[in-house]
């Protein structure tokens, strides 16, 4: 599904919401009112708001029996939003503004930040995950408000649900007045509670991730390989003469794999250009080249254009050795067949060094054609000529094995991609809701920092006032804009 699918399908959804929306309300007034007030429903233009009062006792209830142990761990969590995640997030940003605007400027070790944008960067098989990550991380960030406000004694007036367009978002509704009332301390550990919990997940989302094959081990089996499991619609691999589904990879271009860590390094690896060594007997009755070599494009022609099986190879042999051929030779050979019994990968660090007997054979390619070699468990090899990247974005790959049939309708690999996708979404909301930027907790946060400045200063409410509106549209005006231009480069240049 595309992402242009995607927005029309959202965009029906909505001007139909809208007209019984509007028709309710015309026709059956008082009934229709009287349902949003009781279900706690408002709709609006691309969204919709759902509100309720029946968690406030429970968040209330189970943060008083948490007292002494939620004390410390909001203490640790505004110490921590505050003097390390804040100056993180400040610092990414600048980064991230020098590296893309000013080429002179090298930043290593910089975190990517990118878009990830379902229908564009995400597959379709994905949109689940995609949106429970989402709405995991934005409840998760929202609790933390929640049991910290109670800890305190803030009123919680209600919690509720924002959907814009298909992104969940959850939010609190606190006693502005309680909550003013507070000491600045008291007011910071509220307003980073919500940054701390999402760095917290992140943690423990990750922690997990790296733990799934322990915890997993007793049903299910790794290091064996990987099974492919579904192909993109427009995947090359998926032919008559390409991979099959519940195949098993044992590796790739020679380079082992075992699991799917594996499999993205060996496709990586798979960019390095390679010989096949070959014995001079297969060679020799097997060559089926041509009387005169034909050069195009910068690549020799060898064999016969309508031949579909054979390829040209080049000699690359060592230069000292007894039975080297004199370089800028060429023989047509089958690859299928050079691999049947045993594949023996030359390259030029090693020399292009073969056994004795045996040549060093290069497949004649251009520059953004590569020769990838796949071998599978009790099956014949699958040989690909293209990119590496078609393997990686158009193959889906499971590293996990059921020790028993009953386990075979769940993978924990969906469990290890939601996890991957709450890490990523746990950041990325803490992060934008540290940074001091109109509407996100950043906003109050510069606001507390900035009175604590002007008290230890003996500064009035006009310097807290300047400071503080001057913060947050520098604030808002560096990340909208970073903002959009990652959703642009997603949609528009990446893909």
Same mark, same amino acid.
């Given at each position: 599904?595309?992402?242009?699918?995607?927005?029309?399908?959202?965009?029906?959804?909505?001007?139909?919401?809208?007209?019984?929306?509007?028709?309710?309300?015309?026709?059956?007034?008082?009934?229709?009112? /009287?349902?949003?007030?009781?279900?706690?429903?408002? !709709? =609006?233009?691309?969204? #919709? @708001?759902?509100?309720?009062? +029946? *968690?406030?006792?429970?968040?209330?209830?189970?943060?008083?029996?948490?007292?002494?142990?939620?004390?410390?761990?909001?203490?640790?969590?505004?110490?921590?939003?505050?003097?390390?995640?804040?100056?993180?997030?400040?610092?990414?940003?600048?980064?991230?503004?020098?590296?893309?605007?000013?080429?002179?400027?090298?930043?290593?070790?910089?975190?990517?930040?990118?878009?990830?944008?379902?229908?564009?960067?995400?597959?379709?098989?994905?949109?689940?995950?995609?949106?429970?990550?989402?709405?995991?991380?934005?409840?998760?960030?929202?609790?933390?408000?929640?049991?910290?406000? /109670?800890?305190?004694?803030?009123?919680?007036?209600? !919690? =509720?649900?924002?959907? #814009? @367009?298909?992104?969940?978002? +959850? *939010?609190?509704?606190?006693?502005?007045?309680?909550?003013?009332?507070?000491?600045?301390?008291?007011?910071?550990?509220?307003?980073?509670?919500?940054?701390?919990?999402?760095?917290?997940?992140?943690?423990?989302?990750?922690?997990?991730?790296?733990?799934?094959?322990?915890?997993?081990?007793?049903?299910?089996?790794?290091?064996?390989?990987?099974?492919?499991?579904?192909?993109?619609?427009?995947?090359?691999?998926?032919?008559?003469?390409?991979?099959?589904?519940?195949?098993?990879?044992?590796?790739?271009?020679?380079?082992?794999?075992?699991?799917?860590?594996?499999?993205?390094?060996?496709?990586?690896?798979?960019?390095?250009?390679?010989?096949?060594?070959?014995?001079?007997?297969?060679?020799?009755?097997?060559?089926?080249?041509?009387?005169?070599?034909?050069?195009?494009?910068?690549?020799?022609?060898?064999?016969?254009?309508?031949?579909?099986?054979?390829?040209?190879?080049?000699?690359?042999?060592?230069?000292?050795?007894?039975?080297?051929?004199?370089?800028?030779?060429?023989?047509?050979?089958?690859?299928?067949?050079?691999?049947?019994?045993?594949?023996?990968?030359?390259?030029?660090?090693?020399?292009?060094?073969?056994?004795?007997?045996?040549?060093?054979?290069?497949?004649?390619?251009?520059?953004?054609?590569?020769?990838?070699?796949?071998?599978?468990?009790?099956?014949?090899?699958?040989?690909?000529?293209?990119?590496?990247?078609?393997?990686?974005?158009?193959?889906?790959?499971?590293?996990?094995?059921?020790?028993?049939?009953?386990?075979?309708?769940?993978?924990?690999?969906?469990?290890?991609?939601?996890?991957?996708?709450?890490?990523?979404?746990?950041?990325?909301?803490?992060?934008?809701?540290?940074?001091?930027?109109?509407?996100?907790?950043?906003?109050?946060?510069?606001?507390?920092?900035?009175?604590?400045?002007?008290?230890?200063?003996?500064?009035?409410?006009?310097?807290?006032?300047?400071?503080?509106?001057?913060?947050?549209?520098?604030?808002?005006?560096?990340?909208?804009?970073?903002?959009?231009?990652?959703?642009?480069?997603?949609?528009?240049?990446?893909?």
């Amino acid at each position: 599904m595309s992402f242009t699918i995607l927005c029309s399908f959202v965009l029906a959804f909505y001007v139909v919401i809208w007209f019984f929306d509007s028709f309710f309300k015309s026709c059956m007034h008082y009934p229709y009112y /009287a349902f949003l007030e009781g279900t706690g429903l408002k !709709v =609006g233009i691309l969204n #919709f @708001t759902w509100t309720t009062t +029946a *968690f406030n006792r429970f968040i209330y209830r189970w943060s008083k029996n948490l007292s002494r142990i939620l004390k410390k761990w909001f203490t640790c969590g505004y110490l921590f939003s505050v003097w390390v995640f804040l100056p993180f997030s400040i610092w990414t940003i600048l980064s991230f503004i020098f590296e893309h605007f000013y080429e002179t400027i090298q930043f290593n070790n910089v975190p990517e930040v990118k878009a990830v944008l379902p229908g564009v960067n995400i597959p379709a098989s994905d949109f689940w995950v995609y949106f429970l990550a989402i709405g995991v991380s934005s409840i998760i960030h929202e609790l933390g408000h929640a049991m910290a406000a /109670a800890q305190e004694d803030v009123q919680l007036i209600s !919690v =509720g649900l924002f959907v #814009f @367009t298909i992104i969940p978002v +959850a *939010f609190v509704q606190l006693n502005s007045e309680h909550l003013n009332s507070l000491t600045i301390t008291k007011r910071l550990k509220i307003y980073c509670a919500g940054v701390w919990h999402n760095v917290a997940t992140a943690f423990i989302a990750l922690l997990l991730f790296f733990s799934a094959p322990i915890l997993f081990n007793m049903a299910y089996e790794t290091g064996i390989g990987v099974r492919v499991t579904d192909f993109t619609d427009d995947s090359p691999l998926k032919n008559v003469r390409g991979l099959d589904k519940e195949d098993v990879v044992t590796s790739i271009n020679g380079c082992e794999v075992k699991n799917s860590n594996d499999w993205t390094h060996c496709l990586h690896m798979a960019h390095d250009r390679f010989g096949i060594c070959t014995s001079a007997e297969f060679i020799a009755q097997n060559d089926e080249i041509m009387m005169e070599t034909i050069k195009e494009n910068d690549v020799v022609e060898c064999c016969r254009k309508d031949d579909l099986f054979n390829f040209c190879f080049e000699y690359m042999e060592p230069k000292v050795g007894a039975d080297s051929v004199l370089p800028g030779q060429y023989s047509c050979l089958k690859p299928r067949d050079m691999i049947k019994n045993n594949f023996i990968k030359c390259t030029e660090p090693s020399g292009f060094a073969c056994p004795r007997n045996m040549h060093c054979l290069k497949p004649s390619m251009n520059n953004h054609t590569y020769l990838v070699i796949v071998e599978r468990k009790d099956n014949n090899a699958v040989l690909y000529l293209g990119l590496p990247y078609d393997l990686h974005k158009t193959v889906f790959i499971d590293q996990y094995f059921p020790r028993v049939a009953l386990f075979s309708f769940f993978s924990p690999s969906q469990f290890e991609k939601l996890l991957r996708y709450i890490f990523i979404f746990s950041m990325g909301i803490g992060f934008i809701n540290i940074i001091p930027c109109y509407g996100t907790d950043g906003h109050h946060i510069a606001r507390n920092l900035i009175q604590i400045l002007a008290k230890y200063l003996n500064k009035n409410g006009d310097f807290i006032k300047f400071f503080t509106v001057f913060t947050v549209v520098v604030g808002t005006g560096v990340t909208i804009p970073i903002l959009i231009y990652l959703f642009y480069k997603a949609i528009y240049v990446d893909n």
